[in-house]
């Protein structure tokens, strides 16, 4: 199939409507994290609304890898671009009357919803990629390498647009736009997908979700704590950090900062995929055997290990939210995006390159649902970190779960030691 025009096509197909849901994505997270902090959210409180989007992804990757086995890749796609127009219709509906712990509630469960649709558009995307992908030269490699790129530089610039449609818009007419706009996308994939996927197996069982590999259940830990690490500054604590020191407490200066703040997020993601794009060059993948990119794997991990650990050092060293500490955490994270992203590119080959053709959507769906629940630590954890350790606290977490993920890497083991990437 990869070798056909219509493979080609689909995977472009699946790419664009990737590419549109996670431009919404990241933008309605800036949005809803900037919002509730000039409400007078506390930490916790914001991380509180981002549990349910991460509860709701690990159920969802564990039964949507069954459900595209049953009924289709392209019937998950066109759910998760749904699903992700009504939840943004949803929360336009917040009435900014309700008491705090109302509000709180619902927006968990429209972002619970909004969980869902993120993933069942990923494990659809990754899926097909193991599909459609050329099997010579690190082809696989390098797809993979693409879509996971390009999907975080855009997500990237979601995280802008959020911040400059608050600033701009507001919070209700921002949510409508992209409900609008993502409603139009989906229904022009529908018109225009072409064919190249599967259309689903009738006796997939719900039973074969769990997958009997160790190499996939180890490299599924790994990714658990790799995205702990990340989301443990990433989704509170960072930007709140970044708020408090850029905003003057004026109308203009709350508006600016939410400038600066979408910006760096911005700058982070779109960083992040460009590495990830490039990582089959940098590794020089198309040439290395399995079992040497398993220990790069291991290797790059004990890398990412020193920046947070290195910030933290110098979190505890700063009396105070000093300008040279602002600084330092601005050059140091975005090393720790370089070197994550080479870390996230290699676990996302290697998820692929262990599974067989026949249960992808398990497997894919098995590790996602790891993803989400590194996610969904790293997010609790977030919240509570800063408020009870500040930076510190934060980034030394980070730098202990990416220990955890190192470990777990070096369990993983060559299953074709002489073969070079497919």
Same mark, same amino acid.
């Given at each position: 199939?990869?070798?056909?025009?219509?493979?080609?096509?689909?995977?472009?197909?699946?790419?664009?409507?990737?590419? &549109?849901?996670?431009?919404?994505?990241?933008?309605?997270?800036?949005?809803?994290?900037?919002?509730?902090?000039?409400?007078?959210?506390?930490?916790?409180?914001?991380?509180?609304?981002?549990? /349910?989007?991460?509860?709701?992804?690990?159920?969802?990757?564990?039964?949507?890898?069954? @459900?595209?086995?049953?009924?289709?890749?392209?019937?998950?796609?066109?759910?998760? !671009?749904?699903?992700?127009?009504?939840?943004?219709? &949803? #929360?336009?509906?917040?009435?900014?009357?309700?008491? $705090?712990?109302?509000?709180?509630? =619902?927006?968990?469960?429209?972002?619970?919803? *909004?969980?869902?649709?993120?993933?069942?558009?990923?494990? %659809?995307?990754? *899926?097909?990629?193991?599909?459609?992908?050329?099997? +010579?030269?690190?082809? !696989?490699?390098?797809?993979?390498?693409?879509?996971?790129?390009?999907?975080?530089?855009?997500?990237?610039?979601?995280?802008?647009?959020?911040?400059?449609?608050?600033?701009?818009?507001?919070?209700?007419? %921002? $949510?409508?736009?992209?409900?609008?706009?993502?409603?139009?996308?989906?229904?022009?994939?529908?018109?225009?997908?072409?064919?190249?996927?599967?259309?689903?197996?009738?006796?997939?069982? /719900?039973?074969e979700v769990f997958s009997k590999s160790a190499n996939v259940n180890w490299l599924s830990a790994a990714r658990v704590f790799l995205f702990g690490a990340r989301d443990v500054w990433f989704v509170v604590?960072?930007?709140?950090?970044?708020?408090?020191?850029?905003?003057?407490?004026?109308?203009?200066?709350?508006?600016?900062?939410?400038?600066?703040?979408? *910006?760096?997020?911005?700058?982070?993601? @779109?960083? =992040?995929?460009?590495?990830?794009?490039?990582?089959?060059?940098?590794?020089?993948?198309?040439?290395?055997? +399995? &079992? +040497?990119?398993?220990?790069?794997?291991?290797?790059?991990?004990?890398?990412?290990?020193?920046?947070?650990?290195?910030?933290?050092?110098?979190?505890?060293?700063?009396?105070?939210?000093?300008?040279? !500490?602002?600084?330092?955490?601005?050059?140091?994270? !975005?090393?720790?995006?370089? $070197?994550?992203?080479?870390?996230?590119?290699?676990?996302?080959?290697?998820?692929?390159?262990?599974?067989?053709? +026949?249960?992808?959507?398990?497997?894919?769906?098995? =590790?996602?649902?790891?993803?989400?629940?590194?996610? #969904?630590?790293?997010?609790?954890? *977030?919240?509570?970190? =800063?408020?009870?350790?500040?930076?510190?606290?934060?980034?030394?977490?980070?730098?202990?779960?990416? &220990?955890?993920?190192?470990?777990?890497?070096?369990?993983?083991?060559?299953?074709?030691?002489?073969?070079?990437?497919?």
């Amino acid at each position: 199939m990869s070798g056909r025009p219509e493979g080609l096509s689909a995977y472009v197909a699946v790419t664009a409507a990737y590419w &549109a849901f996670m431009l919404t994505d990241g933008a309605l997270r800036m949005l809803v994290l900037l919002h509730f902090h000039t409400l007078g959210f506390t930490p916790i409180q914001l991380a509180y609304l981002f549990v /349910f989007y991460e509860i709701a992804g690990m159920v969802t990757n564990l039964c949507a890898g069954w @459900i595209a086995a049953r009924f289709g890749l392209t019937s998950t796609l066109y759910a998760g !671009l749904g699903l992700q127009v009504v939840a943004l219709i &949803a #929360l336009a509906q917040l009435d900014p009357g309700w008491a $705090v712990g109302l509000s709180v509630a =619902y927006v968990m469960v429209v972002q619970g919803a *909004s969980g869902v649709a993120k993933d069942l558009a990923k494990m %659809s995307s990754k *899926s097909a990629v193991k599909l459609l992908a050329p099997t +010579e030269q690190g082809g !696989l490699f390098r797809w993979v390498a693409i879509l996971t790129g390009s999907k975080n530089a855009v997500k990237g610039l979601g995280f802008l647009m959020g911040a400059a449609l608050l600033a701009s818009l507001g919070f209700v007419w %921002s $949510v409508l736009a992209m409900a609008a706009v993502l409603a139009a996308i989906l229904i022009a994939v529908l018109i225009a997908m072409p064919p190249g996927l599967p259309k689903g197996r009738k006796g997939a069982k /719900f039973s074969e979700v769990f997958s009997k590999s160790a190499n996939v259940n180890w490299l599924s830990a790994a990714r658990v704590f790799l995205f702990g690490a990340r989301d443990v500054w990433f989704v509170v604590g960072i930007p709140i950090y970044f708020y408090a020191v850029l905003s003057d407490g004026t109308t203009e200066g709350n508006r600016a900062a939410f400038f600066l703040v979408g *910006s760096f997020m911005a700058v982070w993601i @779109i960083l =992040y995929g460009a590495v990830q794009a490039a990582a089959p060059r940098l590794l020089r993948a198309a040439t290395r055997p +399995e &079992a +040497e990119l398993i220990g790069a794997a291991r290797g790059w991990a004990l890398l990412l290990f020193l920046v947070p650990a290195a910030l933290a050092a110098a979190a505890l060293a700063a009396p105070g939210p000093a300008p040279w !500490l602002t600084a330092t955490l601005v050059a140091g994270l !975005l090393a720790f995006g370089a $070197v994550f992203a080479v870390n996230s590119s290699l676990h996302s080959y290697l998820i692929l390159a262990f599974t067989k053709a +026949e249960r992808v959507t398990m497997d894919v769906g098995f =590790y996602y649902m790891a993803n989400a629940g590194g996610r #969904l630590l790293g997010t609790v954890l *977030s919240g509570l970190t =800063y408020q009870a350790g500040g930076l510190a606290l934060m980034l030394g977490t980070a730098a202990a779960m990416v &220990a955890l993920s190192a470990l777990a890497s070096g369990r993983l083991r060559a299953e074709h030691p002489q073969v070079t990437p497919a």
